[in-house]
């Protein structure tokens, strides 16, 4: 499944309520500058599941999801974890849901990151002597939600519509008027 498509198992959400931010807002949410979100894009780490870049100057949107992913790799990036095994672990998280996210722990020893779906899971880990640190999605998906709802999100843009059809507008690139005889000048 690519980033650009919602699990199957969740309603679709009508385009006229979808919800996006841009580039700019999901940096001050994660904590990130806009040149290393702009390289996770390209190199397809995450990309806006709203709308891509599409030329010079146009703006990505990020969905809510998109964030929480966005959150997630900066936190593993701080605890030392390689941006290849990250990539690895982005792979698992990009068919989730918001809410199956939320459900995960994310364990790791520094090199392997590991999803933990229970407390019993988390022990075992540990006792295991494989988790150093965690990550906890559900607090994750809480903190953004929270610094989201200060910022402005944006429905994305509907393509322009034509206002006159094809055959209306042929004269105009022409300069003739339809109807009427061009005259020599």
Known sequence: MDAHTEPTSRPAVPP????????????RVVGISYRQLDYW???GLVEPSIRRASGSGSNRLYSFRDIIVLKVIKRLLDAGVSLQNIRKAVEALRSRGVKDLAEITLMSDGSTV??????????????????????AVRTTVTEVMGRLATLPGEAPVKAPTRLHP???TQGRHTGTVPGRRRTAS
């Open 16 to 27: 006229s309520q979808i919800r996006g931010w841009r580039g700019s807002a999901a940096c």
């Open 41 to 43: 894009a390209r190199t």
């Open 114 to 135: 590991y999803e933990c779906r229970s407390a019993g899971e988390v022990i075992d880990l540990l006792r295991g002597g494989q988790g150093v640190f965690g990550i």
């Open 166 to 168: 094809p055959e209306q």
